[in-house]
């Protein structure tokens, strides 16, 4: 059986020392609807996903972060007002722009 980190196409890229960023409020909630989404627009996107984090706080709220070849992309739902924060960072521009534009697009997250 293969690893994970030998089943992803991760191999080494010089790069020059520059990262992008973006952040956004979506109103949405759900924790596993968030997962499964931005899962999926990431990957959709290009991204290499090598690791998530997650955290359901006791009573109401849920963070996560998606740990990326190309960087980092972090959740904070705030349930008591509707609404989470995102905000991705990546040394790789093209992948972030498609990544915003799906996230735009999506019928499931709604940007506020």
Same mark, same amino acid.
């Given at each position: 059986?293969? !690893? ?10 010089? %790069? ?5 960023? $973006?952040?956004? $409020? ?12 931005l899962s999926s627009l990431l990957s959709a ?8 984090? %997650? ?10 972060? $998606? ?14 007002? !509707?609404?989470?924060?995102? &905000?991705?960072? !990546?040394?790789?521009l093209g992948k972030l722009e498609v990544f915003? &534009?799906?996230? %735009?697009?999506?019928?499931?997250? !709604?940007?506020?």
């Amino acid at each position: 059986m293969m !690893s994970k980190e030998e089943s992803l196409d991760v191999s080494y890229v010089e %790069v020059s020392a520059s990262m992008d960023s $973006w952040e956004c $409020w979506i109103e949405e909630t759900t924790a596993d609807l968030l997962e499964t989404t931005l899962s999926s627009l990431l990957s959709a996107s290009g991204f290499n996903i090598l690791n998530t984090m %997650v955290h359901h706080f006791p009573v109401q709220g849920y963070t996560a972060i $998606w740990l990326l070849a190309e960087s980092h992309l972090a959740v904070h739902t705030f349930p008591e007002s !509707s609404k989470s924060y995102l &905000q991705i960072s !990546s040394c790789n521009l093209g992948k972030l722009e498609v990544f915003k &534009q799906l996230l %735009v697009k999506s019928q499931e997250l !709604s940007i506020l």
